[in-house]
């Protein structure tokens, strides 16, 4: 009897700790997604060299990291190569571009 007492207590306790520890979880990853959302609003200025790859425009900057970009306005291949500052707002991962200076 103290055996099925013990094994219903310990049980009872694991399945709450549990719960606790998903929503936990839960409630940290939202506001790790609500952070990179802020992260992205408005206009986002960035300087490197724009560059064509397997049909997509990137924006490299002087570390080497590459930022897709995108841009309604005009032709990113007229920049292709060249060392530019562009600005503009993101979507998703994508840069669109509404200036190249």
């Known amino acids: 009897m103290k055996k099925i007492f013990f094994l219903s207590l310990l049980l009872v306790v694991t399945i709450g ?7 936990q979880s839960s409630t940290s990853t939202n506001q790790n997604k ?6 992205k609003q408005g206009d986002t ?8 790859a397997g049909g ?5 900057t002087p570390m080497g990291e590459r930022q897709i970009i995108k841009s309604y306005n005009f032709e ?17 991962d994508e840069l669109f571009v509404t200036t190249v200076k």
């Open 17 to 23: 700790l549990s719960a606790c520890t998903k929503q």
């Open 34 to 39: 609500t952070q990179q959302v802020q992260q």
């Open 45 to 52: 200025t960035m300087s490197g060299t724009i560059i064509e």
């Open 56 to 60: 997509n425009y990137y924006l490299q």
């Open 76 to 92: 990113l291949s007229t920049y292709a190569g060249k060392s530019v500052t562009a600005t503009g707002q993101f979507s998703g």
